[in-house]
Nanobody, 119 residues
Framework: QVQLVESGGGLVQPGGSLRLSCAAS????????MGWYRQAPGKERELVAT???????NYADTVKGRFTISRISAVRTVDLQMNTLAPEDTAVYYC?????????????WGQGTQVTVSS
């Protein structure tokens, strides 16, 4: 089992910055990939950024060059540094962990943290 807890969401003005953090607990050594997703009202959940155990990161085109995903203390904590925020970034941001145990795989989600970009 893996438990994920997000933090760092809040209200920020356009052009500002915010740093989200996701803390993982439980069977953390089974985690292969961690990442951030977001869902705005009336829209589908979309990928923001992911990072593998090997340090390979992937970003959505909409955030590339503005957001940076990083791993803190192996995969126990994964942060998302968000710069040059725009109103279009407003959404609930969810942390995700993909796991492997033998031949089985799993996917776990945090409760989400609200990010609001507004002047």
């Amino acid at each position: 089992q893996v438990q994920l807890v997000e933090s760092g969401g809040g209200l920020v003005q356009p052009g500002g910055s915010l740093r989200l953090s996701c803390a993982a607990s439980g069977s953390i050594f089974s985690i292969n990939v961690m990442g951030w997703y977001r869902q705005a009202p009336g829209k589908e959940r979309e990928l923001v950024a992911t990072i593998t155990r090997g340090g390979i990161s992937n970003y959505a085109d909409t955030v590339k060059g503005r957001f940076t995903i990083s791993r803190i203390s192996a995969v126990r904590t994964v942060d998302l540094q968000m710069n040059t925020l725009a109103p279009e970034d407003t959404a609930v941001y969810y942390c995700n962990a993909a796991t492997t145990s033998g031949v089985a795989t799993g996917s776990y989600w945090g409760q989400g943290t609200q990010v609001t970009v507004s002047s």
